[in-house]
Nanobody, 122 residues
Framework: QVQPVESGGGLVQAGDSLRLSCAAS????????MGWFRQAPGKEREFVAA????????YYADSVKGRFTISRDNAKNTVYLQMNSLKPEDTGVYYC???????????????WGQGTQVTVSS
């Protein structure tokens, strides 16, 4: 079992950057597909990005392609989400999640963090 813990959220202006971190306790993250999801007020949780266990393959929602970068450091048991050129529509609670198998963009992750708030003002 692994417990993801997100950090790095905050209030920024449009065009700014933020880097979210997801550190994990419990088992090593190296065996897991790691994903980032977000949920805006009144909306469903949506896929943002994912990375497979080796870090060699990444996946992104169309809305963040070219602006966000997901990466992982298995030695530090940490996954990152670098967010550049932020827009007001990127506002939401960002969740880190882990699973061992299945489509990376699907929501059926086994372990979820508590989330970190990202607010982008215009």
């Amino acid at each position: 079992q692994v417990q993801p813990v997100e950090s790095g959220g905050g209030l920024v202006q449009a065009g700014d950057s933020l880097r979210l971190s997801c550190a994990a306790s419990g088992r090593a993250l190296s065996s897991y597909i790691m994903g980032w999801f977000r949920q805006a007020p009144g909306k469903e949780r949506e896929f943002v990005a994912a990375i497979i266990w080796s870090g060699s393959t990444t996946y992104y929602a169309d809305s963040v392609k070219g602006r966000f970068t997901i990466s992982r450091d298995n030695a530090k048991n940490t996954v990152y989400l670098q967010m550049n050129s932020l827009k007001p529509e990127d506002t939401g609670v960002y969740y880190c999640a882990a699973k061992t198998r299945g489509p990376p963009a699907a929501k059926n992750y086994d372990y979820w963090g508590q989330g970190t708030q990202v607010t982008v003002s215009s």
